[in-house]
């Protein structure tokens, strides 16, 4: 059996960079610094706050660009970051990190190469808030939010309030952890709610002083990891879980043994992402061997064991590197931002209209930002947000005919 040694290496999503810019030392430091502060803040959005403004794909590539920086400036001595202290008051029974994102089909090729014969199981990808549940003597005693995977939020108030989660279990064991993630189920009473989406529905309720009875039974739990398990199989745990009363791993739970078994089951999860009862952004592989898991550990805050793939996104961030206006016929100016290139869903986006004069000084876009971009309808690109904004940006000399009244998008 071949260990999975080499998945010690982080999957790093292609930066918006082909080869690394010629900067002088002091403009490098300050992107790094600027990008270092920028990351912070989303990583205390998302672990804290639970309240991400930035789609994980928006984050991934804006933690590559860091990373990517850094390489191309290795000399460069930077300032430590500070580790955000988690807003929680409880202490994690087990470490929550989170899992390596596969870039493409030959990081799972790869990651199946080396569990060899072993087992895999694949489960959803589930969006939504991670949690830890404690029993002791078969009731729940603790319940709280990753937080930074070492201490959380207490929530353990709100969860009693969740019907579809067992408060008490019959169980021979004294001692049981339960990572998991707590979403929300999507009925008509979430989808109508005012939230911006079933995450921070869930997010939202959980950390309000007064509980609200009806909207927390909407809440459910599917356990991902038995962390104290005693037996040597996920499968069983699974099967056990059941008859605890955790029934959703038995309905979600696939095995595969080959690349192409894998593409079968995520394409049919993302097909039918509109009618299962949780929102869902890809698949989860791990080892069904709870042994081998043990010998291969984690690597900083990711098993080793463990690889998402997640669904085709049809978003990127990619690089303003140049701003254009358009003159139609009518004198209306049209700004159109000239992007690095970027691949979108087997699409490459190149440019993007903002559609008027107004819509970019309102942005506050120049060149030099790093934006999102998506693709609507029959693969119309369509700008985002402004992800970040670097020291080295260069605003547009707008033209005399911007001075026509503007129009929005």
Request: hydrophobic letters at 40%; a neutral charge.
């Amino acid at each position: 059996m071949k260990y999975l040694f080499t998945f010690l290496l982080l999957f790093i999503p292609v930066t918006v960079w082909s080869a690394c810019p010629s900067w002088p030392a002091n403009q490098a430091e300050k992107q790094i610094l600027a990008l270092q502060k920028e990351v912070k803040h989303h990583d205390d959005l998302y672990y804290n706050k639970q309240s991400p403004v930035l789609t994980d794909n928006e984050y991934d590539a804006l933690k590559a660009q860091l990373q990517a920086l850094k390489k191309c400036f290795p000399t460069l001595t930077l300032p430590a970051v500070a580790k955000e202290n988690a807003e929680g008051d409880v202490d994690h029974r087990a470490f929550m990190g989170s899992l390596k994102k596969a870039r493409d089909a030959k990081d799972i090729k790869k990651f199946l190469k080396e569990a060899g014969k072993e087992k895999i199981l694949i489960q959803p990808k589930i969006d939504g808030v991670a949690a830890e549940l404690v029993y002791q003597n078969g009731k729940l005693v603790a319940a709280s939010t990753r937080g930074t995977g070492d201490k959380g939020e207490n929530i353990l108030d709100a969860v009693k309030l969740m019907p579809m989660i067992p408060k008490e279990i019959k169980t021979d064991y004294n001692d049981i952890i339960l990572h998991g993630e707590l979403f929300a189920r999507l009925d008509d009473s979430v989808k109508n709610s005012g939230y911006s989406s079933a995450r921070h529905f869930v997010s939202g309720h959980i950390s309000r002083n007064e509980l609200d009875v009806l909207a927390l039974s909407s809440i459910e739990f599917f356990p991902w990891r038995w962390v104290n398990s005693p037996f040597e199989s996920d499968n069983t745990v699974i099967n056990i879980l059941y008859g605890y009363g955790f029934e959703l791993p038995t309905m979600y739970t696939d095995l595969g043994k080959s690349l192409k078994d894998i593409e079968k089951i995520r394409q049919t999860y993302q097909n039918r992402s509109d009618i299962e009862p949780f929102l869902m952004d890809g698949i989860v592989l791990k080892l069904d061997n709870l042994e081998l898991r043990k010998k291969l550990g984690w690597d900083s805050r990711n098993p080793a064991w463990a690889i998402a793939w997640k669904f085709p996104s049809d978003s990127a961030v990619t690089e303003v590197k140049n701003i254009d206006f358009r003159v139609g016929r009518t004198g209306h100016v049209t700004p159109v931002l000239q992007l690095e290139p970027v691949e979108i869903k087997g699409e490459t986006v190149q440019q993007v209209s903002l559609g008027s004069i107004e819509n970019l000084t309102k942005r506050d876009i120049a060149i030099g930002d790093q934006i999102s971009v998506q693709l609507k309808g029959a693969a119309t690109p369509v700008f985002g947000k402004v992800i970040l904004r670097p020291e080295h940006r260069t605003k547009p000399t707008l033209p005399d005919q911007a001075r026509e009244p503007a129009n929005n998008l």
